[in-house]
């Protein structure tokens, strides 16, 4: 009752190591109380809770979440590059109170949202990251909507630069070859509030390798084009980094500092030997500032 505010307020209970959102359970406040009543309960080990959002920003009363890609294209020095990715829509809108913990109304998963209702075209499942200024224009007008996208845009951007600050030490930590030749492809599922604060939900690992039944579906060619092409600008950024750094090791002067030839659809967030990019971006050490 700490962080939950209701009785009914909903706890993503997620399994380590899961995937697709198959692991993931729904489970009120109340229920997780009437269970740690229970003599013979006993809490789950290697589960991570995480707290539904309050006052969740919604698509036509859909959920949706923001995947966002995020390349560590190196550790030392840090450097960290943001894609902004796609929306991921829940084709079903919020149930109501007694239909609340129904997983495909509260998990975008594309695994949990093709099983639940049986499509074989995505294109309502995903929605071009434009869609949130678009929607911002519509309910606020021209101008306020372009400055609420803007802030945003600022939220998201600080939200993966808080995340990715915080998991440099862990990286660090499985270094095999040393911190040196560390870098780091990930995926973040972002979701907002009203406030247009950007709350991260979850960190995998990158782009996976396609599941057997995603290709089965049909995609928006969008999409597809944009998984085939984030991969290899990727590579293309982390070689010409790795490039850089036997150069500044053989004496060349700014060769891992000066301006990258390539990024692609990468916008850059930071880089250690040149500090934060704009006045507006985190630091590491600093928090998050509600908007």
Known sequence: SR????????????QQNGSMGKHIRLMTRQHIQSLSDAVSYSCPSAVVAS???????????RKFDNRVYVL?????????LFRPGHLRVSAMSMQSKEKRLDLASHVTNLGVQAASVKINDTSRLFQKVGTMEEELVAERGLVEGKRAAKRLGLSVRNAVLQAMYALKENFRAHAITGPSNVW?????????????????????????????FFSTLNHPSWLVQDRDLLARE???????????KVASRRGARNAT???????????????????????????????????
């Open 184 to 212: 780091a492809l990930v995926a973040m599922d972002v979701a907002f509030d009203k406030s247009l604060n950007a709350f991260v939900l979850d960190i995998n690992s990158g782009p996976q390798p396609t599941p057997p």
């Open 257 to 291: 500092s000066s301006q990258l030839s390539f990024t692609g659809a990468w916008e850059l967030l930071y880089h250690e030997e040149r500090g934060r990019l704009h006045p507006q971006l985190l630091r590491p050490g600093e928090c998050l500032q509600s908007l």
């Open 72 to 80: 560590m294209a190196s550790l030392e020095p840090l450097i960290i």
């Open 234 to 244: 990727a590579l293309d950024i982390v070689q010409e980094v790795a490039f850089r």
């Open 3 to 14: 962080w939950a505010p209701s009785p009914d307020s909903i706890w993503f209970m997620k």
């Open 51 to 61: 707290l539904e959002v309050a006052n969740l920003w919604r698509l036509n009363n």
